[in-house]
């Protein structure tokens, strides 16, 4: 319900109006002198602030590794997320030009976001902490910090951290992933993780992550231990491994 009253807002009309004059043209239509990186990602920061809200489905991407944010920007483009604004804004963009705004994104640091009070009871905090940190065995779910790094600020190139992401955003990925809504480049390892949680897991870790405050240095790991406890086809390096 929020997602479609998102989609009817005057910002995402205005910028529906005003994007096909904007600089996310393809850069060849643009008269010259006039395809600046600054320009192009105006269109991006009415959404994706440096503040981005809290309360609603705007993912963070300050600072996110570069490989991840471009994988997201490809998973639009092809159809493996959907979110019409954003299917629509990278739909002609060519691969190029969609690395170069990762990699603009990637080396920003804003702050951190404050800690998302939860409502959510003691033993569900305690369960999305147990998942985060330990996992699961019995239900052959991996610890999040396994491929997600040890402080959970992402592991560079392509994992993204999962602090500073608001819990409703968090959920509705999970729950994107359970039902095959999102994708990610195959074999689609989140998926795999995702179809193992319960509904109640979905809302314990969400619960949890929002409640922890990222560190203000906080960066994505320059690496992390392989093989990984499963594949994860967008990751460089991650190989197939037996079966948890
Ligand atoms: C109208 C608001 C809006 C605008 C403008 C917008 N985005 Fe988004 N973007 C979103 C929403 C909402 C999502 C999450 C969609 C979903 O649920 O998967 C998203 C997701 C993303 C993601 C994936 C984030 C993640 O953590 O997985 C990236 C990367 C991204 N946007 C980049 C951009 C870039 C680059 C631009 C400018 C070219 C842009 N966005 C413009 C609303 C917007
Ligand atoms: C086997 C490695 C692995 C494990 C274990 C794992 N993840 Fe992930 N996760 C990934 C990868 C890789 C991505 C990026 C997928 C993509 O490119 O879309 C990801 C993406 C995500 C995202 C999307 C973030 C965003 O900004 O949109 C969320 C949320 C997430 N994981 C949550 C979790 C949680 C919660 C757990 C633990 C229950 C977990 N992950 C365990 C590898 C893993």
Same mark, same amino acid.
């Given at each position: 319900?929020?997602?479609? !009253?998102?989609? @009817?807002?005057?910002?995402?009309?205005?910028?529906?109006?005003? $994007?096909?004059? !904007?600089?996310?043209?393809?850069?060849?239509?643009?008269?010259?002198?006039?395809? =600046?990186?600054?320009?192009?990602?105006?269109? #991006?920061?009415?959404? @994706?602030?440096?503040? *981005?809200? &809290?309360?609603? /489905? /705007?993912?963070?991407?300050?600072?996110?590794? =570069?490989?991840?944010?471009?994988?997201? +920007?490809?998973?639009?483009? *092809?159809?493996?997320?959907?979110?019409?604004?954003?299917?629509?804004?990278? *739909? @002609?963009?060519?691969?190029?030009?969609?690395?170069?705004?990762?990699?603009?994104?990637?080396?920003? &640091?804003?702050?951190?976001?404050?800690?998302?009070?939860?409502?959510?009871?003691?033993?569900?905090?305690?369960?999305?902490?147990?998942?985060? +940190?330990?996992?699961?065995?019995?239900?052959?779910?991996? %610890?999040?910090? %396994? #491929? @997600?790094? *040890?402080? $959970?600020?992402?592991?560079?190139?392509?994992?993204?951290?999962?602090?500073?992401?608001?819990?409703?955003?968090?959920?509705?990925?999970?729950?994107?992933?359970?039902?095959?809504?999102?994708?990610? &480049?195959?074999?689609?390892?989140?998926?795999?993780?995702?179809?193992?949680?319960?509904?109640?897991?979905?809302?314990?870790?969400?619960?949890?992550?929002?409640?922890?405050?990222? =560190?203000?240095?906080?960066?994505?790991? =320059?690496?992390?231990?392989?093989? $990984?406890?499963?594949?994860?086809?967008?990751?460089?390096?991650?190989?197939?491994?037996?079966?948890?």
């Amino acid at each position: 319900m929020q997602l479609s !009253m998102l989609l @009817h807002s005057p910002l995402v009309l205005a910028l529906a109006i005003a $994007l096909p004059g !904007m600089a996310l043209a393809a850069p060849a239509t643009l008269p010259a002198g006039h395809d =600046s990186l600054e320009q192009r990602i105006k269109a #991006c920061t009415a959404c @994706h602030a440096q503040k *981005e809200r &809290h309360d609603a /489905f /705007f993912p963070r991407i300050a600072g996110k590794p =570069s490989g991840y944010l471009y994988n997201q +920007l490809i998973n639009f483009r *092809e159809g493996r997320r959907h979110y019409p604004m954003m299917n629509y804004m990278v *739909e @002609h963009l060519p691969d190029d030009y969609l690395r170069e705004i990762a990699d603009y994104f990637a080396a920003q &640091h804003p702050a951190p976001p404050p800690a998302q009070p939860s409502s959510a009871g003691t033993a569900a905090l305690a369960r999305g902490r147990q998942l985060v +940190l330990q996992g699961d065995s019995g239900k052959k779910i991996p %610890a999040c910090i %396994a #491929c @997600h790094g *040890e402080k $959970l600020a992402g592991v560079a190139p392509a994992i993204p951290g999962l602090l500073g992401l608001p819990r409703d955003y968090i959920n509705a990925q999970l729950g994107a992933w359970k039902n095959g809504i999102r994708r990610a &480049h195959a074999p689609d390892c989140m998926a795999q993780v995702a179809q193992r949680l319960s509904d109640a897991d979905v809302g314990a870790v969400s619960a949890w992550l929002g409640t922890q405050v990222a =560190s203000a240095d906080a960066r994505p790991a =320059s690496g992390i231990a392989l093989p $990984l406890p499963l594949h994860c086809g967008g990751v460089p390096g991650s190989s197939a491994q037996v079966a948890p």
